[in-house]
């Protein structure tokens, strides 16, 4: 729960920061980023940058979906289950493989 | 706006005949009395659209009256300028061929571009082919994220999404070719005291497929209302050579051969049609979709994909603010 609270704020803050642009309007963690207007496609680009360099995941193209993606909500549900999620198959072969073997 | 009226496929239909005269007659008006110009300079792609307002123009101004410029670059098919030659030879009107690679050069437009697609494939380099591509969007509900194709001079094909700095280092890059063409075509129209004509269909005009200050930039836009598949409808009538009619919508900005569909509308045009004509006029989906051949899931997603890029053409579309109205003009 932490972790979700966590990221609650640091997405909110990186929305805040660059598509609010000092702008007194708020926004739920439950709206929609696109629904409501907050971010459009280059937009949902650079979330996707800064959620894959801030969190040391990789945003797979089959996860770039709005039950993912479209809002503070879906955002830290989606990167719980990443990042609790079990390393990929080819990754842990790497793993395995890519030492000083 | 809104109609539940039962919705055919003929439902884009259109009385050819009086849309020419109607659009020939809003041309003369606009060229000859609104602006006071003596003609009207068309920059022909080879492409349906541009054809088609070519002879228009033609036929509204007299052949002695126009100008079709064809402006060919180092990633242009050659095809674009033998079409095009195809529509000046056709109507009898003059042409002029202008070549935009040295200023494109000049402008490091190319390698611009490529070091922006470095960033997401490092062994770019001479002899790669390139075009920039979005998912199918109708049959999943993902976002309209871009990757960029690259050809290595081998043949191999290689396919990376890219990030936000490549990808919007790609697109104002590639720009520079749009905004080069209004130059040349300004140039023209300087020269003779022409107007500019301004060539998207509806689908590009509402869905801000061209680049602001580019191929946005015009004077006049006589087909900025017609469905695409009513430009067609409208090229059979006027006589718009048939391999015009039949060549594939093409951006013809990448150099690797690039449809509409993949770069911007993710859908078959012709279902793109019937997708906005059906959201402009308030039909559910589920009447919509078995009529353009989809399903209403598809439809409902088309219906989300054309209201997102309505709200991202809006600032393609505005004229300059001003923060009051300035009185005598």
């Keep these: 729960m932490a972790m979700s609270n966590n990221v609650l704020q640091e997405v909110r803050q990186f929305i805040v920061s660059n598509y609010l642009y000092g702008q007194e309007r708020t926004f739920n963690d439950d709206d929609s980023f696109m629904g409501e207007g907050i971010i459009d496609s280059t937009g949902v680009l650079q979330l996707v940058a800064f959620l894959e360099e801030s969190y040391g995941i990789t945003v797979e193209d089959e996860e770039l979906t709005p039950e993912n993606l479209d809002s503070l909500n879906n955002v830290a549900g989606y990167l719980a289950r990443k990042m609790s999620a079990p390393p990929r198959v080819e990754m842990l072969e790497q793993s395995v493989t890519g030492g000083n073997l | ?329």
Excluded: W
Aim: charged residues 25%.
């Design chain 2, 1 to 329: 706006m809104n109609s539940c009226a039962a919705i055919s496929p003929d439902v884009l239909h259109i009385d050819a005949v009086r849309e020419t005269e109607r659009i020939v007659a809003a041309i003369r008006d606009v060229v000859f009395n609104q602006f006071r110009r003596k003609g009207a300079v068309i920059g022909v792609s080879g492409g349906i659209d541009s054809s088609v307002v070519a002879f228009l123009c033609a036929r509204a101004l007299g052949n002695e009256h126009v100008l079709v410029l064809f402006t060919p670059e180092a990633d242009s098919s050659p095809d674009s300028l033998r079409l095009g030659r195809m529509v000046a030879e056709s109507l009898g009107v003059r042409s002029a061929v202008e070549d935009i690679s040295p200023i494109l050069r000049a402008a490091r437009c190319y390698e611009r571009r490529d070091e922006s697609i470095r960033m997401a494939v490092p062994e770019y380099g001479e002899g790669y082919k390139c075009k920039i591509v979005l998912p199918n969007l109708v049959d999943a509900n993902r976002y309209a994220i871009f990757s960029i194709v690259v050809q290595s001079p081998d043949g191999e094909v290689k396919k990376v999404r890219l990030g936000p700095t490549a990808y919007l280092g790609i697109v104002a890059a590639t720009n520079f070719k749009q905004r080069t063409r209004k130059m040349i075509e300004y140039y023209y129209a300087d020269l003779y005291q022409y107007a500019v004509a301004g060539t998207p269909n509806r689908l590009e005009y509402d869905q801000g497929f061209f680049v602001k200050g580019g191929d946005g930039a015009a004077d006049f836009k006589p087909i900025a209302h017609l469905y695409k598949s009513q430009v067609y409808e409208l090229a059979a009538y006027l006589g718009v050579p048939e391999e015009i009619r039949r060549r594939p919508s093409t951006t013809d900005t990448y150099s690797l051969e690039q449809s509409q569909e993949e770069f911007y509308f993710s859908m078959p045009l012709a279902k793109m049609d019937l997708c906005l004509y059906g959201k402009n006029h308030g039909i559910p989906p589920e009447e919509l979709a078995p009529v353009a051949g989809l399903d209403e899931k598809q439809v409902q997603r088309a219906y989300a994909m054309i209201e997102s890029k309505r709200n991202v053409a809006r600032y393609l579309r505005a004229a300059p603010v001003l923060v009051e109205e300035i009185a005598g003009i």
